[in-house]
């Protein structure tokens, strides 16, 4: 079982804590001919894959090197710029390397931001009547697993797709966040959590739970 992350979500649907337990870093090293038959463009300060997808690489992956020199914005570690190394017929063949980047602080706000009015949706389309919304969300390569308590927090998992038993898992991160940080006479609702005893509460979980099952909890 491998536990990837923990989100939690205020009633009003800001992201008030996230955790990075075990991300896997995913990266691909290729060598292309010309001319280069995946299309690449400057976003956010990174050079990132936007039309073409082969041998494991996927739009949204990030040029990390050039024949094993280090990419910096748009920049090799010896200062030639990658779209003119790219588009000159006499660099190649040329290895280029690619992976995924970790999410940033905003992109998780995003997502957290955009899961909220998804969950509502889910309610409201649902035939049966007073429906709790998303609780699971399966994918080819994780899955999501919610739990919403009774003043409308949300505790979200993204773990492997296999993973079974989350629903323990998610209320026992319920009883942690009710313990170290509702009970924190310095914390405030709808806030971001910062806990100490929280955080090492939550990895000692995630590590027991890795380890050894939900059968313990």
């Known amino acids: 079982m491998v536990i990837y992350s923990v989100y939690v979500v205020s009633k009003s649907g800001g992201l008030i804590y996230n955790y990075d337990h075990n991300i896997p870093r995913i990266e691909t090293e290729k060598t292309f001919g010309f001319p280069l038959d995946i299309k690449l463009q400057y976003e956010n300060k990174k050079v990132v894959v936007v039309f073409g997808q082969r041998d494991g690489i996927t739009v949204g992956h990030v040029l990390l090197s050039v024949n094993g020199s280090p990419v910096t914005g748009r920049n090799t570690e010896d200062g030639k710029d990658v779209f003119e190394v790219i588009e000159a017929k006499e660099n190649y063949p040329l290895s280029l390397k690619f992976g995924r980047m970790r ?17 509502a949706l889910a309610s409201q389309l649902s035939p049966v009547p007073k429906s709790s919304g998303i609780e699971t969300l399966t994918a080819d390569t994780f899955k999501l697993s919610c739990f919403q308590t009774l003043t409308g927090v949300k505790f979200i998992l993204v773990t492997d797709q296999n993973m079974q038993g989350t629903e323990v898992v998610l209320k026992r991160i319920y009883e942690l ?7 924190n006479p310095f914390y405030s609702l709808e806030m971001p959590i910062r806990c100490e005893l929280f955080d090492t509460s939550l990895h000692t979980l995630l590590e027991l739970v890795e380890k050894s099952g939900t059968a313990n909890l």
């Open 177 to 183: 966040y009710s313990d170290y940080a509702l009970k």
């Open 103 to 119: 999410a940033t602080t905003n992109e998780k706000i995003v997502l957290a931001s955009m899961f909220y009015p998804l969950f």
